[in-house]
């Protein structure tokens, strides 16, 4: 018989971009896993390693499989809160949900206050291809009218979410939007928030206080700075990552598990 965790903190970091994961507080009866292929030597002492629960050819692909599936490969749970491998947890973030929360818990975007906006970003700094974003703006274009917007934008670095049906229903479709579409997930959460809404009786999104400019339950590290506008400047700014990311896909590739493989958690 396996026993409901109430709260669990889960990260992902594959091929890390990282030198190092943060080392959050230690809250107790609060179960931390992180899903990784770092060396145990590489990770504080606070997280439970683990492989990961589904592999893709893609590093960035399996963190974001990992990020919209907690329903799917952790235990048994009440609340989880994924965090960014950037992302430093400073207190309980419990504290800031009223009794009874659903849904999705995250803190507003700092600079941004509509998906239109960051998508219209992400294709001007390079780091989504306008073709493959056009499709995409042009469904969300029709789905969400003029008069819809700004829709509101939230940072996905710090993420809680119960595990209830509604919610495990948007995180499907979370992923099969960004499977879909350019994985831009902040964009989708957005977009997603304004279609199904109704499924919660508080909203589908409810705001955690602050920004990462002035949060008091997360510090936002560097994450070895802005997103590269180009390959050629990643393997400039970031090498090792890079030779990381081409040697996880040749491992994939060469692995004998399946891409349907789950590894359980006990």
């Not at 499989?65 to 048994?76: A, I, Q, S, Y």
């Not at 902040?186 to 002035?214: C, R, W």
Request: charged share 25%; proline share 8%.
């Amino acid at each position: 018989m396996t026993t409901k965790t109430p709260f669990i903190i889960y990260t992902t970091d594959f091929a890390g971009r990282d030198e190092v994961l943060c080392d959050p507080i230690k809250i107790p009866g609060v179960r931390y896993i992180c899903f990784t292929d770092r060396d145990a030597c590489d990770v504080p002492s606070v997280w439970e390693i683990h492989a990961p629960a589904k592999l893709f050819d893609c590093p960035r692909l399996t963190n974001i499989w990992h990020k919209t599936h907690p329903h799917v490969f952790l235990p048994e749970h009440d609340l989880s809160l994924y965090l960014n491998a950037s992302v430093e947890l400073l207190a309980d973030p419990r504290n800031a949900l009223k009794p009874g929360f659903e849904g999705f818990a995250v803190m507003r975007h700092r600079h941004r206050s509509c998906l239109f906006e960051e998508a219209k970003y992400c294709r001007d700094i390079g780091v989504t291809e306008p073709e493959s974003l056009r499709p995409q703006l042009e469904y969300y274009a029709v789905m969400v009218p003029p008069e819809k917007r700004p829709t509101g934008l939230w940072e996905t670095g710090a993420l809680i979410r119960d595990n209830g049906l509604p919610t495990q229903v948007m995180n499907a479709l979370w992923w099969e939007h960004l499977f879909r579409f350019p994985r831009r997930d902040q964009v989708v959460l957005a977009f997603l928030n304004t279609q199904h809404q109704a499924y919660f009786k508080e909203g589908m999104i409810t705001d955690l206080p602050g920004t990462f400019s002035n949060s008091e339950y997360f510090k936002l590290t560097s994450h070895g700075g802005p997103a590269p506008y180009s390959e050629t400047e990643a393997f400039k700014r970031f090498p090792l990552y890079m030779r990381r990311k081409e040697q996880w896909a040749e491992r994939v590739r060469q692995s004998s598990r399946g891409l349907d493989d789950v590894v359980r958690l006990v």
